[in-house]
C-alpha cells in the first residue's frame, strides 16, 4: 500500500533561518507531488507541484523553492525564513490519472520567531 | 481569481443530513469536481468525486446539477466526527493541481 511521510511534526525556527521539509512517498512509483501551506485560520494555498524528477512549478512567488531529486522525494527549502512563512505545511500526492484523488500528508506546523 | 464558491460555515444537528453546496460555474467540460474535508490540524481527507452523474459511497453522497455549474455534498448522518472544514475543487486533468477555495466549517451540534 502506499503512504506518505512528511516530518518534523512541529518546527520553531529564527527569522533568517533557513529551512529544509522532506516528503517521501512509498508503494508507488512517477506520483504527482504538491505542497501546499495554510497560514492560521485560512485555507490550502498550492506553492509548488511536481509531475517529474527535476520539474517543478511554482503557484506563487515567494522566498520559498522546491525540488525533487528522486522519484518520490520533494522537498521545500528557504534560504531565509519570514515571519510571515509560518504555517500549516502540507506534501500530498496523487497518481497521474483523472478521477483520483490526492492522499495529503501529517503536516508540518512551522513556527518563525 | 476563485473557481468555487462555497458558504463560509454551517450548522447540523447530530444525526440530520448534513447538505454542503458549491458553486462552480466556471467549470469545464473535463473538469471533475472533488471533495475534500480537513479535521483541525490534519491533513485534508479525500471524500469523493464526480464529472456528471451523481455519486455515492461509504463516506457520502454527491448531487451533481444538470448543467454541472453547482455540486452538493451530502453526509446522510452527520456525526460530531464530522466537524471540519469542507472544500471542493474542480481539476481537469491528472496532471493539474487542485486549487482549494477557502471552504464550508461544518460544526455538528449534539
Not at chain 1, 8 to 24: D, I, K, R
Not at chain 1, 83 to 90: I, Q
Request: aromatic share 10%; proline share 6%.
Amino acid at each position: 500500500s502506499q503512504t506518505i511521510h512528511q516530518w518534523p511534526a512541529t518546527l520553531v525556527q529564527p527569522v533568517g533561518s533557513p529551512l529544509s521539509l522532506e516528503c517521501t512517498v512509498e508503494g508507488t512509483s512517477n506520483p504527482n507531488l504538491y505542497w501546499y501551506r495554510q497560514a492560521a485560520g485560512r485555507g490550502l494555498q498550492l506553492l509548488f507541484y511536481s509531475v517529474g524528477i527535476g520539474q517543478i512549478s511554482s503557484e506563487v512567488p515567494q522566498n520559498l523553492s522546491a525540488s525533487r531529486p528522486q522519484d518520490r522525494q520533494f522537498i521545500l527549502s528557504s534560504k531565509k525564513l519570514l515571519l510571515s512563512d509560518s504555517g500549516f505545511y502540507l506534501c500530498a500526492w496523487s497518481v497521474r490519472r483523472q478521477g483520483y484523488g490526492y492522499t495529503f500528508g501529517s503536516g508540518t506546523r512551522l513556527t518563525v520567531v | 481569481d476563485a473557481k468555487t464558491t462555497q458558504p463560509p460555515s454551517m450548522d447540523c444537528a447530530e444525526g440530520r443530513a448534513a447538505n454542503l453546496p458549491c458553486n462552480h460555474s466556471t467549470i469545464s467540460g473535463n473538469e471533475y469536481v472533488y471533495w475534500y474535508r480537513q479535521i483541525h490540524s490534519q491533513g485534508p481527507q479525500y471524500i469523493i468525486h464526480g464529472l456528471k452523474n451523481n455519486e455515492t459511497n461509504e463516506m457520502a453522497s454527491l448531487i451533481i446539477t444538470e448543467d454541472r455549474k453547482s455540486s452538493t455534498l451530502i453526509l446522510p448522518h452527520a456525526t460530531l466526527r464530522d466537524t471540519a472544514v469542507y472544500y471542493c475543487a474542480p481539476r481537469n486533468s491528472g496532471n493539474t493541481p487542485l486549487v482549494f477555495g477557502k471552504g464550508t466549517r461544518l460544526s455538528v451540534i449534539a
